[in-house]
């Protein structure tokens, strides 16, 4: 099942499937990724790769994409040369309630290097999440061997996968009372929103279950509704001069990214403190 996030109709289109994605599946949400060259403001030393090359390459290597996104921008002339972001997993990470995911970002505009990052993909919530700053954050510039070093890099993101499942696993071990829960909510508010003006949005929101599942009162559980309930949005409240207003999901790629890092950093600090 395909399933296109209308949640990214602002700032991004996103596609997440349950079965790996078809190189046309990816063209249809983001055309940057299938580019054929680079954006006219790009000089002779740019070493322009498409992205398709090297997904290709990875595909070799046992890497499939499950999910894709791409920025919207102003300018339909850097449509096809825009951020674009890929989640893909190695036949050896698929499987059980979550799944080790490689993040892979890259532009041809000069907006972005190609970049690769952890992920992790929570089946219950069809929701992915980004595994801080300490476990993986590999760049490979536009020059050289560009294909060759984002396989090295992606193998390498692979290999960082066991502190980020070290991680996860000290996370549902750790009990938090009420008081522990309320106060990870509140820290997460003030990651996303500005200081000094309320938020528009209670700790308690952002701590409601939307399934069962996810009643249990452990660190790793409160930080996946803290997640789910802040990145996709949709929660009724107040705005600061009293109206009502509905937070919106963060779409924006870069914004989900480095909200979605913060989080997990924010937890796994919890669980240090707490160890």
Request: proline share 3%; aromatic share 6%; hydrophobic share 40%.
């Amino acid at each position: 099942m395909n399933t296109l996030a209308s949640s990214f109709s602002r700032n991004a289109v996103a596609l997440r499937s349950d079965h790996p994605l078809s190189n046309d599946e990816i063209a249809a949400v983001a055309p940057s990724i299938l580019a054929h060259s680079a954006h006219e403001s790009r000089s002779n030393r740019y070493s322009y790769i498409p992205t398709v090359d090297v997904l290709d390459a990875l595909r070799k290597e046992g890497f499939q994409p499950f999910m894709v996104c791409q920025t919207r921008v102003r300018d339909d002339a850097r449509r096809a040369y825009t951020k674009h972001m890929l989640r893909l997993r190695h036949a050896d990470q698929i499987g059980g309630r979550e799944a080790n995911e490689i993040i892979l970002l890259n532009s041809h505009d000069g907006t972005s290097s190609y970049q690769m990052v952890a992920g992790m993909f929570r089946f219950v919530c069809q929701n992915g999440m980004v595994c801080g700053d300490t476990v993986s954050d590999i760049r490979v510039p536009h020059k050289g061997d560009v294909i060759g070093q984002v396989i090295d890099g992606a193998f390498k993101v692979l290999d960082n996968f066991e502190e980020a499942t070290q991680q996860r696993e000290g996370m549902a071990t750790t009990a938090l009372d009420e008081g522990e829960q309320t106060a990870f909510a509140r820290a997460a508010l003030a990651l996303r929103y500005d200081e000094g003006k309320p938020a528009p949005i209670t700790e308690q929101q952002l701590l409601a279950p939307r399934r069962v599942e996810d009643r249990a009162s452990d660190l790793w559980t409160t930080f996946n509704r803290v997640q789910e309930n802040m990145i996709g949005g949709g929660l009724h409240g107040r705005s600061a001069n009293g109206r009502a207003t509905t937070t919106r999901a963060v779409t924006g790629i870069d914004q989900n990214i480095r909200l979605n890092r913060a989080l997990w950093v924010l937890a796994d600090e919890l669980r240090r403190l707490r160890g």
